[in-house]
């Protein structure tokens, strides 16, 4: 079965700190992975995708086939990261459709 | 580039009716678009697959014959709810997946309509 996991539903750091949000999958095969975000009271929008292995707003995400993960890590938050934050798989031969895990809020305190 | 819309935005309607919701890609052409559900503070959960001229894949559990799904053209989709309840009262989300050749996979979501049924 497919399926997208995010342990934590709430993070909390302080700003300058380093964040990991932890993401694992389960899937038989070569998914691809992604990260999406939702700041507050605007849509969802991609953040990072494995294939890219590109640096958005500091965010990088290293896809681990051995561990099925796809943590998301950032060495100094921003308050301005504070958002919904939701790993996403897509699998092959599916029409793109994605399989979101169940989202991680990241809280930067100043 | 890659804008989708929703209209409306919000809706309030009385239990028993029905209740359509738009989704458009304003600057591109999307063969594919999906259907979402969210609740609050929760995950999205995908409920249809829609493809322009065929009829929409529904996810296991979703009611085809409540929520209506249509694909006419490859800008627009259509869901609508129909004889909604309260419990249909949710966040519904579209996003539409490019007609160009990708590499990505990528979505672009739409900002979302609330549903409340009273």
């Known amino acids: 079965a497919q399926r997208v996991t995010q342990p934590e539903k709430l993070l909390s750091v302080f700003k300058g700190a380093p964040v990991e949000l932890k993401c694992n999958y389960s899937y038989s095969g070569s998914p691809e992975l992604f990260w999406y975000v939702q700041y507050s009271r605007q849509r969802l929008q991609l953040l990072l995708r494995?294939?890219s292995r590109e640096s958005i707003k500091g965010f990088t995400a290293d896809l681990n086939k051995g561990e099925t993960s796809f943590h998301l890590k950032k060495p100094f938050a921003q308050e301005e990261d504070s958002a919904m934050y939701y790993c996403?798989?897509?699998?092959?031969?599916?029409?793109?459709?994605?399989?979101f895990g169940q989202g991680t809020e990241l809280s930067v305190k100043p | 580039g890659a804008v989708v819309s929703q209209h409306p935005s919000w809706v309030i309607c009385k239990s028993g009716t029905s209740v359509k919701i738009e989704c458009r890609s304003l600057?591109?052409?999307?063969?594919?678009m999906f259907w979402y559900r969210q609740f609050p503070k929760q995950s999205l959960m995908l409920m249809a697959t829609?493809?322009?001229?065929?009829?929409?894949?529904?996810e296991q559990g979703v009611e085809k014959d409540k929520f209506l799904i249509n694909h006419a053209s490859l800008t627009l989709s259509t869901l609508t709810v129909t004889s909604a309840h309260p419990e249909d009262s949710s966040f519904y989300i579209c996003?539409?997946?490019?007609?160009?050749?990708?590499?990505?996979?990528?979505?672009?979501f739409g900002p979302g309509t609330r549903l409340t049924v009273l």
């Open positions: 829609s493809n322009e001229g065929s009829k929409a894949t529904y």
């Open positions: 996003s539409a997946r490019a007609r160009r050749p990708s590499a990505y996979n990528e979505q672009f």
């Open positions: 996403a798989l897509s699998g092959q031969n599916q029409g793109g459709k994605l399989i």
């Open positions: 494995h294939i």
């Open positions: 600057d591109f052409q999307a063969t594919t």
